[in-house]
């Protein structure tokens, strides 16, 4: 049974960091490619970053550019998202996914694993 478990969100001021982790347990975690989404109340999840299964080639979302590294250590099955200069506009749920098949790891119907989200508070 594939579980992906995310911690190390909560709240912060504005400028502040957090950084989040996803445990991963149930797959063979270093074939696997990992994202980083985000959703606040009424809207739909939104790609935040995510890295390919060697943990080379990164992607992020134009808001969070040059603020957000996602790192992924295989040894340790968990992937990380780094948070820097906080934003109230970064306030949602984060998830983290997880594919071996994706092409476009942007897309959230790409992936195929799902953790049950962190919530992230940026007070201004």
């Known amino acids: 049974q594939v579980q992906l478990v995310e911690s190390g969100g909560g709240l912060v001021q504005a400028g502040g960091s957090l950084r989040l982790s996803c445990a991963a347990s149930g797959l063979t975690f270093s074939v696997y490619h990992m994202g980083w989404f985000r959703r606040v109340p009424g809207k739909d999840r939104e790609f935040v970053a995510a890295i390919r299964w060697y943990g080379g080639n990164t992607y992020y979302a134009d808001s969070v550019k040059g603020r957000f590294t996602i790192s992924k250590d295989n040894a340790k099955n968990t992937v990380y998202l780094q948070m820097n200069s906080l934003k109230p506009e970064d306030t949602a749920v984060y998830y983290c996914?997880?594919?071996?098949?994706?092409?476009?790891?942007?897309?959230?119907?790409?992936?195929?694993?799902w953790g049950q989200g962190t919530q992230v508070t940026v007070s201004s």
């Open positions: 996914a997880a594919t071996n098949r994706a092409a476009v790891l942007t897309a959230p119907n790409e992936y195929d694993y």
